[in-house]
């Protein structure tokens, strides 16, 4: 897994408190996609973890629009950080 200058800014002791945060469940749901991606890439017919992968990037996309609704300042240094290229809106 990619080791990421994100989680190293949080301490242990913050991790605890602040791992309901917006930001770090998009950072657990960001990792946990490029960790299916890399095993959908080897095993092209694991259509569970394809369903999984689907999930997950719907609660990512979910947290993602809540925070781009609530905190615009936030949502922009997140999706700098996560290299996570800006959804398209309608």
Same mark, same amino acid.
């Given at each position: 897994?990619? $080791?990421?200058? @994100?989680? &190293? #800014? +949080? &301490?242990?002791?913050?991790?605890?408190?602040?791992?309901? *945060?917006?930001?770090?469940? #998009? @950072? &657990? @749901? !960001?990792?946990?996609?490029?960790?299916?991606? *890399? =095993?959908?890439?080897? =095993?092209?017919?694991? %259509?569970? &973890?394809?369903?999984?992968?689907? $999930?997950?990037?719907?609660?990512?996309?979910?947290?993602? !629009? %809540?925070? *781009?609704? $609530?905190?615009? #300042?936030? %949502?922009?240094?997140?999706?700098?950080?996560?290299? +996570?290229?800006?959804?398209?809106? =309608?």
């Amino acid at each position: 897994m990619v $080791k990421n200058p @994100f989680i &190293s #800014v +949080i &301490s242990q002791e913050e991790k605890e408190e602040k791992s309901g *945060s917006v930001e770090f469940q #998009v @950072f &657990s @749901f !960001t990792n946990k996609i490029r960790k299916l991606t *890399s =095993h959908l890439e080897l =095993h092209r017919k694991d %259509y569970l &973890s394809q369903r999984g992968l689907r $999930k997950i990037l719907g609660k990512r996309q979910r947290l993602l !629009t %809540y925070l *781009s609704k $609530k905190n615009r #300042v936030r %949502y922009k240094e997140l999706i700098g950080r996560l290299d +996570i290229r800006e959804p398209k809106t =309608h």
